[in-house]
C-alpha cells in the first residue's frame, strides 16, 4: 500500500505462505501479484524484503539465493539484527542489508495493512563491513520511500537499543496486564486511557514475540535488570512514605520522557 | 463543556485558586461564571463539585460547610476515596459522595479541557451507609449528564481497584521512562508507537501523582509487588531459554487483555 502511493507506484509482488491466504491477499492489494510460490513471487525482482516472522527470515537465505540473481539486494523487517545479519550475509553475502521499521500495532495478518504506516516512523538500517555499497543505497531508497526516517547503527547496537525502546515496553505491558487484572479481571471494565494505552502492545502474537525476546534475551534480561532497579526505587520510597522522593522519581521520568520523546 | 452541550446546558460556575488564572479561564469557557473567590463561586449552586488536587479535596470541606446550604449536595473527581470521603464526611456529613471519573491524560490545566472528555468513562461513585439518598441520586445524575457510564463500590474497594488499574499503570510507564532511555537518551530517537504509548501518562503532574501513590501506598505497594513477581517469571524464562514459557507469558497476558479489555 505504502509503495503504490506517490507518482511513479512501484511493481509489488508478494509472497504467502498458505494457498487459502492468495485470494484473501489479492481482495485487499488488487494491485499486487500474490503467490504462495517463492520462485514466482521473488521473478524478476528488483529487490526483495523479507517480512516473515525473525526465525522464517533467518531461515530463508538458502532457497532464495538459488532463486533470485546474485545481484539482487535483500532486505527484511525483523526485530532483532544481529541473529538475522549474520546469517543471511553467510547464504546472501554482503547484498543483504537488515532493516527495522520501528512501525506496526498490536494487531497483524494482511487486514491490518495501512498506505501510512511506514510514515514518520525511523526504519534502523544496519550495514555492516561486509555489506554492498549499491545494496545499502538500494535499501535505503526503499524504506525512504515506504514513508520512513533512516537512522543507520551496527547490528548489536541496534539490539541493544530496541530491547530497550521496543522489547522491554512489550514484556512491561505484559506483565502490567496480568498484575493489574489477573486476581480481579473486573477490574478491566474500570480501565480508562491510561491503562488502554500502557497495556495495547501486550495482545500482539506471542509466538512472533516469544522469537524476538529469545533472539535478544541477553539485552532484554539487562534492560529487565534496569526496570526492576527503577520499581525497587518506588517501592521503598512509598513504604518510607516519603513524599519528595516519590515525586522526584516522578518528575525524573516526566522530565526525561518530555525531553527525549515530546 | 461537557455540562453545556445537550438540549439543557447546566449553568456552571468555576473557582480557581489564582486570581490571574481568571481571565484565562474565562477565555476557554467564555459560558461560565469564574471566580477566585470561593463564596462568590458556590454562591447558587445546587451542586458543588471538588476537582482540585486529592489533599486540597480532602482538606476542602470545613470552609466549605460554612458558605454552602446544608442540603447542597458535594461531590468530587479525587483518585484515592477512602482518606477524601472520610474526611468530607466529618465535614459535610452524608451530602458528600465521592467519585472517580476514569478520564483524563497526561495534560493538566484549562488549556486541556474537551467536551467529551468523560463520554464512555467509567465513573466510580463510593457511596457509604452515611450517604444521603438524595444526595447520590443528584450526584449520579451529574456524572452521567457529563458523560459518564456509573459503577458504584465502597471507597476501599475503589482504592484496591484503581491501585491496579490507573495507579500501578502511572508507576510502571516512570519506571519504563527510566529503564528505557536514562542511561541512553538518543535511544529516543527511534520509538516507535509502542513505546509511546506505553509511557505517554509518565509525563502527567508529579505533585499530585505523588499525593495519589502516598494516599494509596499500602494498595499500590501490593499491585507493585505483583508486578515484580510476573516481571520475574518473565526474567526467569528467558535466562533459563525456555520458549515455551515465554510464550505462554505472552499469552496469558495478551487473551486476558483482549477478553476483559477489548
Known amino acids: 500500500m505504502a509503495m503504490h502511493r506517490g507518482p511513479s507506484p512501484w511493481e509489488v ?11 484473501a491477499v489479492s481482495a485487499v492489494l488488487p494491485r499486487c501479484r500474490v503467490s504462495n510460490d517463492l520462485k514466482t513471487a521473488v521473478e524478476g525482482a528488483e529487490i526483495v524484503v523479507l517480512c516473515t516472522s525473525p526465525h522464517a527470515i533467518a531461515g530463508s537465505g538458502r532457497s532464495l539465493a538459488e532463486i533470485i540473481p546474485a545481484s539482487t539486494p535483500v532486505t527484511d523487517a525483523g526485530s ?4 538475522i545479519v549474520a546469517a543471511l550475509e553467510v547464504s546472501l553475502g554482503g547484498r543483504f542489508i537488515g532493516a527495522h521499521p520501528m512501525a506496526g500495532s498490536e494487531q497483524s495478518g494482511i487486514s491490518a495493512a495501512r498506505p501510512d504506516l511506514f510514515d514518520g516512523a525511523v526504519c534502523i538500517i544496519t550495514p555492516t563491513p561486509q555489506s554492498n555499497p549499491q545494496a545499502l543505497d538500494r535499501v535505503r531508497g ?3 520511500e515506504a514513508g520512513c526516517r533512516l537512522a543507520e547503527m551496527s547490528p548489536a547496537a541496534h539490539d541493544k537499543a530496541v530491547a530497550r525502546i521496543s522489547h522491554l515496553p512489550h514484556a512491561v505491558a505484559a506483565a502490567l496486564v496480568q498484575a493489574a487484572i489477573s486476581k480481579n479481571p473486573e477490574f478491566g471494565a474500570l ?13 500482539g502474537p506471542e509466538a512472533m514475540w516469544g522469537e524476538i525476546f529469545l533472539d535478544n534475551r541477553e539485552e532484554l534480561l539487562a534492560a529487565i535488570a534496569d526496570l526492576q532497579t527503577h520499581i525497587g526505587e518506588l517501592k521503598n520510597a512509598l513504604s518510607r512514605g516519603e513524599r519528595e522522593a516519590v515525586e522526584s522519581f516522578l518528575r525524573a521520568a516526566g522530565t526525561l520522557r518530555a525531553r527525549e520523546i515530546g
Chains 1, 2 share one sequence.
Open 191 to 203: 480501565a480508562g486511557t491510561g491503562y488502554r494505552d500502557t497495556t495495547r502492545i501486550a495482545t
Open 80 to 83: 532483532v539484527k544481529t541473529r
Open 13 to 23: 509482488s508478494l509472497w504467502t505462505r498458505r494457498e487459502a491466504s492468495v485470494s
Open 142 to 144: 526503499f524504506w525512504r
